[in-house]
T-cell receptor, first 111, second 115 residues
Framework: QQQVKQSPQSLIVQKGGIPIINCAYE??????FPWYQQFPGKGPALLIA?????SEKKEGRFTISFNKSAKQFSLHIMDSQPGDSATYFC??????????FGTGTSLTVIP | EPEVTQTPSHQVTQMGQEVILRCVPI?????FYWYRQILGQKVEFLVS????????KSEIFDDQFSVERPDGSNFTLKIRSTKLEDSAMYFC?????????????FGEGSRLTVL
């Protein structure tokens, strides 16, 4: 059973565009929702994370929107740059230990 | 900046052979993890380790897998008898707190190829 579903699988945007990546989860016990950025040949790196007690969190050009009732959360990248080209993973966790990752979204930002 | 280091970066082995993947977590971290990523697929949790014992493990982490912290700094993943389907990128991660509360720091991974 896939605990976290992520879409789209790949995304191509022009520089300055606003790519949006969506995730949905099943388990209402999840209480921590991070997004990870992964460049080729590197490990995932934490980008931004949110807890279910807020509906939005913004850090720089990255924003998470969280809809608890719909069990969905999304990542928005404002004013996207070619350097943002990477694979993005959403994840969910219940009180630590095990993270459940989405299947990843390959983002390409065209100059 | 402190980082998680992993060795080897790539290992090729024959099916049935034992493999040990090594990790040096960030020095003041207390929680350690192994994840794997089959090429092009999602990152999957294998095991978490705290206070010198396994705190949680997934269905993937069966009897052929084991973890150890032999000397207080290294954190190893052993695969006793490798299978073709064990071919993947294995990531070690560490955290100063439970991963749902503190940031999880990943290493660059060890690519395992089983022939």
């Amino acid at each position: 059973q896939q605990q976290v579903k992520q879409s789209p699988q790949s995304l191509i945007v022009q520089k300055g565009g606003i790519p949006i990546i969506n995730c949905a989860y099943e388990n209402t016990a999840f209480d921590y929702f991070p997004w990870y950025q992964q460049f080729p040949g590197k490990g995932p790196a934490l980008l931004i994370a949110i807890r279910p007690d807020v509906s939005e969190k913004k850090e720089g050009r990255f924003t998470i929107s969280f809809n608890k009732s719909a069990k969905q959360f999304s990542l928005h990248i404002m004013d996207s740059q070619p350097g943002d080209s990477a694979t993005y993973f959403c994840a969910a966790s219940k009180s630590g230990n095990q993270f459940y990752f989405g299947t990843g979204t390959s983002l390409t930002v065209i100059p | 900046e402190p980082e998680v280091t992993q060795t080897p970066s790539h290992q090729v082995t024959q099916m049935g052979q034992e493999v040990i993947l090594r990790c040096v977590p960030i020095s003041n971290h207390l929680y350690f993890y192994w994840y794997r990523q089959i090429l092009g697929q999602k990152v999957e949790f294998l095991v978490s380790f705290y206070n010198n014992e396994i705190s949680e493990k997934s269905e993937i982490f069966d009897d052929q897998f084991s973890v150890e912290r032999p000397d207080g700094s290294n954190f190893t993943l052993k695969i006793r008898s490798t299978k073709l389907e064990d071919s993947a990128m294995y990531f070690c991660a560490s955290s100063s707190k439970l991963a749902g509360i503190g940031e999880l720091f990943f290493g660059e991974g060890s690519r395992l190829t089983v022939l």
